[in-house]
């Protein structure tokens, strides 16, 4: 079967978080099969390499652990990209995770054929015990044309990678 989606973990010495990260990412074998997820670790020194082959032998359809050279965040997500086999990829930090709505998101990407999905994200702050949704002015579940979209809308505002789920082929 086709992936639809394609998560990008980059990491490097995240052992602490990456079991939330990568638990997150597990759904029902139906969205296990449309789901790839490729853990990038950037040459840990800690156990985050073998945490990820952990998940990687437990579910090798969707798990797969890219162990490589440390080069940085950018040449994880390049890798990522160059190995992506989903129709749509995401990237996102090892020290971050989806919520409970993840996997109604795989059930709508089944549906879609865009360039880029925005959808809200939140920071949680330990040390303070708060959140902080992040939010633009552009509407979520809307549809916007490139051509005629009013670019005035994000002059100023920076969209995260947090928030995006980008087609490949776009």
């Not at 939330?20 to 390499?49: A, F, Q, R, T």
Request: net charge negative; proline share 2%; charged share 25%.
């Amino acid at each position: 079967m086709n992936k639809i989606l394609t998560i990008v973990v980059p990491t490097y010495n995240m052992e602490e978080y990456l079991h939330k990260c990568l638990d997150s990412l597990i759904v029902s074998d139906e969205l296990m099969e449309v789901l790839e997820v490729l853990v990038i670790n950037d040459g840990s020194k800690d156990s985050s390499s073998e945490i990820a082959h952990e998940y990687e032998n437990r579910y090798p359809q969707t798990f797969r652990v890219i162990d490589k050279e440390n080069g940085g965040h950018g040449s994880c997500c390049n890798v990522g990209l160059n190995e992506a086999k989903g129709k749509y990829i995401h990237f996102l930090d090892s020290d971050d995770w989806f919520d409970k709505s993840f996997p109604e998101f795989i059930k709508i990407l089944k549906h879609l054929d865009v360039d880029v999905i925005l959808t809200k994200h939140v920071n949680e702050y330990a040390i303070t015990n708060k959140s902080l949704i992040h939010s633009h002015p552009l509407k979520y579940n809307e549809m916007y044309d490139a051509a005629s979209f009013n670019y005035s809308l994000i002059n100023h505002t920076l969209f995260s990678i947090h928030e995006s789920t980008f087609s490949v082929n776009c």
